[in-house]
Nanobody, 125 residues
């Protein structure tokens, strides 16, 4: 069974940085695309960064291009999201996501269905 556990969230001032981590277990991690989503208060969950199968290609939401970087560590089965120059509008719950054939969330033609519990990021002005 797939398990995803996020960590690294917190409260920072605008302009600060955070690195989120997602520990993945229960399957062969490196074979699948994985992503980071966020849900701002009162809004739907949306994709922010995607790492395609094999780790060779990435995609980002327009709002975070040049600001966020997604990466993976295959040896330790961990997905990362490096966030810099944080803004108050980056506030939200951040979720790690993995592919599932039964998933209901599509982004960049990737079907996501496994989710972590989320980690809160709060950016104050």
């Amino acid at each position: 069974q797939v398990q995803l556990v996020e960590s690294g969230g917190g409260s920072v001032q605008a302009g600060g940085s955070l690195r989120l981590s997602c520990a993945a277990s229960g399957y062969t991690y490196s074979r699948y695309s994985m992503g980071w989503f966020r849900q701002a208060p009162g809004k739907e969950r949306v994709g922010v960064a995607l790492l395609f199968t094999g780790g060779g290609r990435t995609s980002y939401a327009d709002s975070v291009k040049g600001q966020f970087t997604i990466s993976q560590d295959n040896d330790r089965k961990t997905l990362y999201l490096q966030m810099k120059s944080l803004k108050p509008e980056d506030t939200g719950m951040y979720y790690c996501a993995d592919v599932s054939p039964d998933g209901r969330t599509w982004w960049f033609d990737v079907r996501f269905g496994y989710w972590g519990q989320g980690t809160q990021v709060t950016v104050s002005s």
